[in-house]
């Protein structure tokens, strides 16, 4: 079918809006590739180095007319979806074997849990490791000794450093390698239900922690569908993935499968083949454009409204909220995925999955079936099922009907016929919003806002009774320049609470809510932040606020003398501790619709 004509018109936009940083980037990476700095024109003394700490391979790695894989690996056993790369790359090593290359660990990137430190001094770094992850990535791959690279990442802040640092090396053919979610464990609506009376002083601690951990029990990612299984929805829709690889389980044998085959796929699309692949061609325009369409029909994490557009720029493309936005208004919800429905991952792949809505998606003409992929099929292998038959991969059709119409649906019948994000602006600045899990009765919010500068702060005032009443909570100060924009999962509980008890609740912020943001509508990544000069720092106690997401307004409906006249709020102190004074750096970040990346705006991209 042809391509909606509003996708191509945005996609037309993006390639306008990218000719110049394009046309650099490409050039960047002819260079590279036709640079000389490659293994067989490496001197003796260097390449001795290279291979001198893989004795069982070093006779293998001498031939310059295989390819050598380098493995930039995120493990560590600390977070479970990462867990499970432990021992990947000595079975890595053994499938390039069978496939006639070399595999290599060029190196590790941090992979830190926002489930861990939420709430605490660490959340402050978790942005900044994004970038850190991308540095990580660039010094891995910057020995030159490899002719193809995996990359082995699945989270929130990982995949997106991962591929903006692969970008810059991107005449190199790569493929990303999930590890896949966990089992199911204690429903996600349970595990919410009972953090809410943890809030209420109806459970304790023994009880919330018992809940926890029978929702987070295993090796693999969360089962929610927050920021990191959306990255994986990502990567299909791009064509970095073997297809079907994001949410088959760990320790399975199509996991297995699917590794093997990402990792002697790489073989055959390197530079000395007819069919080279590089993964500066295969992240193009429409390869963001597709990424974006993936997060609407499916609900997912707004946090990627900031990583999107960082790893379009480090690939030369540019895209902004008004892409979004205008996406929004014409792909469909297709699926309903906790925090947007009951069901996990594992009942959404169950349904049919990522490949059911990528079916639905290129079939109605919503999605580029064009683009170059790690796939040899294109973009249409990536609507079909993988499955172990025997000792063999394959893939089939789906059926035409879900497999669960309450969790995935065609597009004949979506749960709404718009996506799941809105960007909101007015006299407070621009901000979006995810309306996927939000009652269309509470799209629109006016009541007056009680203002704070920390979580804490909120979460004092709930236990205190102070917001029990019909109130847009703000919070500013939030902001990467501020305090490095951590998650403000703390709140979703206590604010929940407050909308249960039949109050119209909302909130307002410079920081992030991620992909567990659910049913109370927050107004997030608001820019410009409140340490730049942005306008929420004028809010005051006592003002209405207005969040519309019908309208698309974010207004505080103050007098417009009296608001032009009002100074900025003080700003807290910047603060120390649990290394945070060491990213100091990193704050002088660019704003959350750019990608809120200092690393990114020093290096002019």
Same mark, same amino acid.
């Given at each position: 079918m042809a391509l909606h004509p509003e996708i191509a018109a945005v996609t037309d936009r993006i390639i306008e809006a990218s000719r110049d940083k394009r046309a650099a980037y490409l050039t960047m990476i002819a260079r590279e590739r036709d640079s000389g700095a490659d293994r067989p024109k490496l001197g003796c003394a260097n390449l001795a180095h290279a291979y001198a700490g893989t004795d069982e391979?070093?006779?293998?790695?001498?031939?310059?007319?295989?390819?050598?894989?380098?493995?930039v690996t995120s493990y560590n056993d600390m977070l479970s979806a990462h867990a499970v790369y432990y021992r990947y790359p000595e079975q890595m090593k053994v499938w390039a074997l069978e496939a006639g290359a070399t595999a290599q660990v060029a190196g590790g990137v941090p992979a830190m849990c926002d489930g861990v430190t939420q709430g605490y001094q660490g959340m402050e770094l978790s942005l900044f490791s994004r970038d850190t992850i991308a540095l990580s990535t660039a010094?891995?791959?910057?020995?030159? =000794? %490899?002719? !193809?690279? #995996?990359?082995?990442?699945?989270?929130?802040?990982?995949?997106? /450093? +991962?591929? $903006?640092?692969?970008?810059?090396?991107?005449?190199?053919?790569?493929?990303?390698?999930?590890?896949?979610?966990?089992?199911?464990?204690?429903?996600?609506?349970?595990?919410?239900?009972?953090?809410?009376?943890?809030?209420?002083?109806?459970?304790?601690?023994?009880?919330?922690?018992?809940?926890?951990?029978?929702?987070?029990?295993?090796?693999?990612?969360? =089962? %929610?569908? !927050?920021? #990191?299984?959306?990255?994986?929805?990502?990567?299909?829709?791009? /064509? +970095?993935? $073997?297809?079907?690889?994001?949410?088959?389980?760990?320790?399975?044998?199509?996991?297995?499968?699917?590794?093997?085959?990402?990792?002697?796929?790489?073989?055959?699309?390197?530079?000395?083949?007819?069919?080279?692949?590089?993964?500066?061609?295969?992240v193009d325009e429409r390869a963001i454009v597709n990424a974006a369409i993936a997060l609407l029909a499916t609900g997912g994490s707004t946090n990627h409204l900031i990583h999107l557009p960082a790893i379009a720029r480090s690939a030369g493309i540019v895209i902004d909220w008004e892409d979004f936005d205008r996406l929004s208004k014409v792909v469909p919800l297709l699926t309903r995925v906790y925090p947007n429905?009951?069901?996990?991952?594992?009942?959404?792949?169950?349904?049919?999955?990522p490949s059911f809505v990528i079916r639905e998606l290129l079939n109605g003409g919503l999605m580029h079936g064009d683009i170059l992929t790690i796939a040899k099929g294109g973009m249409a292998e990536y609507g079909r099922k993988p499955a172990v038959e025997g000792d063999a991969l394959s893939w089939h059709d789906h059926a035409a009907k879900s497999g669960d119409d309450t969790v995935v649906r065609t597009l004949d019948a979506p749960f709404a016929p718009e996506g799941g994000f809105r960007i909101l602006s007015g006299n407070l600045g621009r901000a979006c919003i995810k309306v996927s899990a939000v009652d269309r009765d509470r799209w629109t919010t006016e009541a007056p806002a009680r203002v704070f500068s920390t979580q804490q702060a909120v979460q004092d005032a709930f236990k205190a009774g102070e917001l029990d009443r019909d109130v847009v909570v703000v919070v500013r100060f939030q902001g990467p320049r501020a305090n490095g924009m951590p998650e403000l999962h703390k709140l979703t509980p206590p604010l929940g609470v407050l909308q249960?008890?039949?109050?119209?609740?909302?909130?307002?912020?410079?920081?992030?809510?991620?992909?567990?943001?659910?049913?109370?509508?927050?107004?997030?990544?608001?820019?410009?932040?409140?340490?730049?000069?942005?306008?929420?720092?004028?809010?005051?106690?006592?003002?209405?606020?207005?969040?519309?997401?019908?309208?698309?307004?974010l207004e505080a409906l103050v007098d417009a003398t009296e608001w032009a006249a009002r100074d900025q709020a003080e700003a807290p102190a910047a603060a120390d501790g649990t290394g945070r004074e060491l990213f100091a750096m990193m704050r002088q970040a660019d704003e959350a619709e750019k990608g809120a990346s200092a690393m990114l705006a020093a290096a002019g991209l």
């Open positions: 391979q070093r006779d293998e790695l001498r031939p310059a007319n295989r390819m050598n894989i380098g493995i010094v891995a791959l910057s020995h030159r =000794t %490899f002719e !193809g690279a #995996a990359l082995l990442g699945i989270c929130d802040k990982i995949v997106p /450093g +991962l591929l $903006i640092g692969a970008l810059r090396f991107g005449h190199l053919p790569m493929v990303m390698i999930p590890g896949g979610p966990m089992r199911s464990g204690l429903a996600n609506k349970e595990k919410a239900k009972v953090r809410e009376q943890y809030a209420e002083g109806k459970v304790g601690r023994e009880e919330l922690l018992d809940a926890e951990i029978a929702a987070y029990h295993s090796k693999g990612t969360c =089962t %929610f569908y !927050g920021t #990191a299984n959306s990255n994986q929805m990502m990567m299909e829709a791009m /064509g +970095l993935h $073997i297809p079907g690889a994001a949410f088959a389980n760990p320790g399975t044998k199509l996991r297995q499968e699917l590794t093997r085959a990402a990792v002697q796929r790489l073989p055959e699309i390197g530079w000395n083949t007819s069919d080279y692949r590089p993964l500066a061609e295969c429905g009951s069901a996990d991952v594992n009942g959404f792949e169950d349904a049919g999955g249960n008890r039949g109050f119209r609740v909302a909130l307002v912020t410079d920081g992030r809510m991620s992909g567990a943001s659910g049913k109370v509508p927050a107004a997030i990544h608001l820019s410009p932040e409140a340490l730049g000069g942005g306008p929420i720092g004028k809010v005051r106690d006592g003002d209405v606020i207005r969040v519309c997401a019908e309208t698309g307004k």
